[in-house]
């Protein structure tokens, strides 16, 4: 017989005294971060914001072909739900990426975010992303006068800071808000984390989000390193965004786990779409939320009339055992796209191959 707590195992073997200790470590360690948390459940934080990756993580999934009638009841969607950003994809370099494999929010040009938006006269502001080495910033960021993008989200490996830094003080020259999204933190060392966020925290940057790229971070472990991230950007006076990856259908509950520890942006997508399993579900994350400024049902309508159809046509993200099993071993899901694409089923075999991978 044993105790599973958390991470922690106890076995009966252990003495009765030796498990009062643990157990009372662990009932300590919940004091502590429930002292910690921002409001409680039935309240509501009003600096909290949510942005909507739909078009922008979902574009992973169908290499950003969707059309100007779906973006475009998205965006009228998120303005009548309350939803703070819409993100509409990537800035990327066409000299990578050429036009003629993925669809033109791939890329971003202001006139086709315009023939959406118009002049944008709402509440909601439009994000776009650049990919460190794979952007012209140079070249394709317009200043912000010029421009109908309000925010540019640069995503960066640890290793890359210097140069998401480079394009980070270029935007915010032009009169853009910034945030860096240091991807796939679960494979960087505590050391790193912390030269990367004083490095990052020196900037200009108005934000830093703690991204999940593979699915693999569990609840207790989102909070301990919500706290550290807040450690360096409230010092620092920045915000702290979230972005979570559903891998083992915990992107939800990671996501409210940090906003309550004080996360003040986060990240969503309808119907969790999203590379792989998707994300946080935007639609849980508006019913969950008690400020009367959301409003799920615009949410609701747009899945029924958009995102079933969407599915039904072939399209597939979401859940998956083969997503689970990447996330579970902190692992890049493209190996499970892959196995699913191919529509394997042969869960076990798969599993023994990642494991004999390590």
């Known amino acids: 017989m044993k105790i599973l707590l958390s991470n922690a195992i106890i076995f009966s073997a252990y ?3 030796s ?6 470590h662990l009932f300590e360690r919940g004091i502590e971060l429930k002292m910690n948390r921002r409001g409680n459940i039935v309240s509501y934080r009003p600096d909290v914001k949510v942005l909507d990756a739909t078009i922008r993580d979902g574009g992973l999934v169908n290499n950003f072909y969707f059309d100007d009638e779906f973006v475009r009841a998205l965006y009228l969607a998120n303005v009548k739900a309350g939803v703070d950003y819409m993100e509409f994809g990537y800035k990327a370099s066409k000299d990578i990426f050429s036009p003629d494999k993925f669809g033109k929010w791939k890329f971003c040009d202001d006139e086709d975010i315009r023939a959406i938006v ?3 006269n709402t509440d909601l502001k439009i994000s776009v992303m650049a990919d460190v080495g794979r952007t012209d910033f140079r070249r394709d960021i317009k200043p912000r006068s010029e421009s109908v993008i309000d925010m540019v989200r ?5 290793n890359t800071i210097p140069a998401a830094l480079e394009i980070v003080e270029y935007c915010h020259e032009l009169g853009y808000e910034t945030t860096v999204n240091i991807m796939a933190i679960s494979n960087a060392s505590i050391f790193d984390i912390d030269g990367a ?3 990052i925290c020196q900037s200009s940057v108005d934000g830093i989000y703690l991204v999940d790229s593979y699915g693999s971070l569990y609840p207790e472990q989102i909070a301990r390193l919500t706290e550290k991230y807040l450690a360096y950007t409230e010092k620092a006076g920045k915000f702290l965004g979230i972005h979570a990856h559903n891998n083992q259908q915990l992107a939800f509950a990671n996501t409210i786990e940090s906003m309550s520890l004080g996360a003040s942006y986060l990240d969503a997508t309808v119907s969790c779409m999203g590379r792989g399993a998707g994300n946080c579900a935007m639609e849980l994350l508006l019913g969950f939320f008690k400020n009367p400024k959301f409003n799920i049902s615009p949410i609701l309508s747009f899945i029924e009339k958009y995102m079933l159809p969407l599915k039904a046509s072939g399209i597939v993200w979401g859940y998956d055992v083969p997503y689970l099993l990447t996330g579970r071993l902190n692992r890049h899901p ?5 196995f699913i694409r191919d529509k394997k089923t042969n869960y076990a075999d ?3 191959e990642l494991l004999d991978r390590d």
């Open 334 to 338: 493209s190996s499970a796209i892959e």
């Open 154 to 158: 640069v995503a960066t490996y640890i």
């Open 19 to 24: 498990i009062l200790n643990a157990l009372c």
């Open 118 to 120: 118009g002049d944008n």
């Open 15 to 17: 003495s009765k005294e």
């Open 350 to 352: 798969f599993y023994q």
């Open 197 to 199: 966020l004083d490095m």
